[in-house]
């Protein structure tokens, strides 16, 4: 009886170190498993590459304080050799295209209690911006000089879209306004429905002759008339498909793109389309899409994805001709044209020219030291980027 209770004994303190060592062995395996999904979840890490082209930083500006992690996006507009920039709470810069200097600056911020949002839209003489507080401001191109305000019923984190004699105003809260030009009276609005649960983000407001084109929340397309704001057609974009409300989400937020009679528009949900604008009729769609703006080349669509690739797109038929996977969840922005190039910024300030002809790494420059998500700008051969701590970079390729 003794010996076999030793038997036991001893059995038992087996099992119990093999349960331990089980448990250790369980232990690590799930910290193996866990190190190596935070690891793919990083951002790929920037290769050495032989560089083909050549930018060089021309000027930089601080504007105020950026838009930090408001989401807005915000980045420059340009008109008649001059570059327009808003910071949160910096209030409204005009400086030089050419030379980066300043010249005017309407200033309002945390005294007014104003945060400036939306990014500038300019045209007709006007430069308008939005706050986080609803707030419209026109200002003189010229001088700076305010013209008029208004108010909207939500924030606002889109730049206004002047043209044909109005100011077009998108609110977060799915509402469009549209305001006389000249004096800042409302002239009509639309609402539209929006799901519980959305990117945070809204796509900029574009034209056509009489039309204006907005992408919606819901992953729609919609066409409104400019003078009443008469819904014409609307055209899905992006399904809301899936088991729970994130995986519905299909954001239209990059901005409606026109290219003769194509329209374009992409959404979060990885789908790009062309539509006929007059008639809204769907001419082909695409499984590569996503937020943050497109661009047209001489040698296609240009997109970017969530996940961080470039696509350059054919404009007949959608097909992807290339794609650049490099700068996969470095939370890239919308593509710009910088000569023969494709540019995005990414979340480490950096800029990344890609080749348009193949999609070639060419070469990489660094903007600042904080994320760009503002689509860069191009115009007369100079890039602009607006960081979200509010430092404005131009770059030309020498």
Partial sequence: MVRMHAIRAAAGAGLLVLALSGCSTMKGWFASKDAEAKKAAEPAELVDFQASANPAKV????????????????HPAVADGRVFAAATDGGVVALDLHTGK???????????????????????????VGSLGGDVIALDAANGGERWRAKVSSEVIAAP????????????????????????????????????LTVRGNAPLAYGPGVLFSGNDDGSLTALGMQDGRQLWQQ???????????????????????DGVLLFASSFKNRTIAIDGPSGRPMWQSDHGGIGGMAVSPYGLLVSSPAGSVYLLDKNSGAALWSQPALARRSITGPAVHGDYAVVGDLDGYLHWMRLSDGEM??????????????????????????IDGELTAFRLD
């Fill in 161 to 196: 879209l002047v043209a044909q004699g109005h100011v077009f105003v998108r609110s977060n809260d799915g509402r469009i306004s549209a305001f006389d030009a000249a004096n800042g009276e409302r002239s009509w609005f639309t609402e539209h429905e929006l799901p519980s």
């Fill in 362 to 387: 060419a070469a990489r420059a660094r903007a600042g030291r904080k994320p760009i998500k503002g689509q860069p700008v191009v115009a007369d051969g100079i890039l602009l980027v607006q960081t």
């Fill in 59 to 74: 000027w930089s500006a601080k504007l105020g304080e950026g838009e930090g992690k408001i989401g807005a996006r915000q």
């Fill in 236 to 258: 899905a974009v992006g399904l809301q498909e899936g088991r729970s409300e994130l995986d519905r989400m299909a954001d239209v937020d990059s901005g409606p793109l026109i």
């Fill in 102 to 128: 300043e010249a005017w600056r309407f200033k309002a911020g945390k005294k007014e209690g104003l945060r400036l949002s939306g990014g500038p839209g300019v045209g007709e003489g006007l430069v308008v």
